[in-house]
């Protein structure tokens, strides 16, 4: 069974960057489009960025465009989410999530990661 974990949070000064990383470990994130959620306390939870299989495709929410990059390495079965220029209103816990799908808007998911915290101070 597929099994992800996010790494690379942490507290970071406005302005700062952190690249997160969504390993895939017991099956293949190869196929699938992943999606990058964040969840700030108190609020729901947004999708930030989405992945097509191939990592020719992704897709942002509109206050992370040109800060935030998605990437991928299929031969090591990680997904990573590079984030720059951080502002506090960027910080919350950071989920990715495999879709059941190779193509993105993915709105069904088949694992989810048990979350890395970002904190950006002001």
């Known amino acids: 069974q597929l099994q992800l974990a996010e790494s690379g949070g942490g507290l970071v000064q406005f302005g700062g960057s952190l690249r997160l990383s969504c390993a895939g470990s017991?099956?293949?994130?190869?196929?699938?489009?992943v999606a990058w959620f964040r969840q700030a306390p108190g609020k729901e939870r947004v999708r930030i960025s989405c992945?097509?299989?191939?990592?020719?495709?992704?897709d942002y929410l509109d206050s992370v465009k040109g800060r935030f990059t998605n990437s991928r390495d299929n031969s090591k079965n990680t997904v990573y989410l590079q984030m720059n220029s951080l502002k506090p209103e960027d910080s919350g816990v950071y989920y990715c999530a495999v879709g059941r799908s190779s193509t993105c808007p993915a709105f069904d998911f088949r694992a989810w990661g048990q979350g890395t915290q970002v904190t950006v101070s002001s």
């Open positions: 992945i097509g299989s191939g990592g020719e495709y992704t």
């Open positions: 017991g099956g293949s994130l190869g196929l699938s489009a």
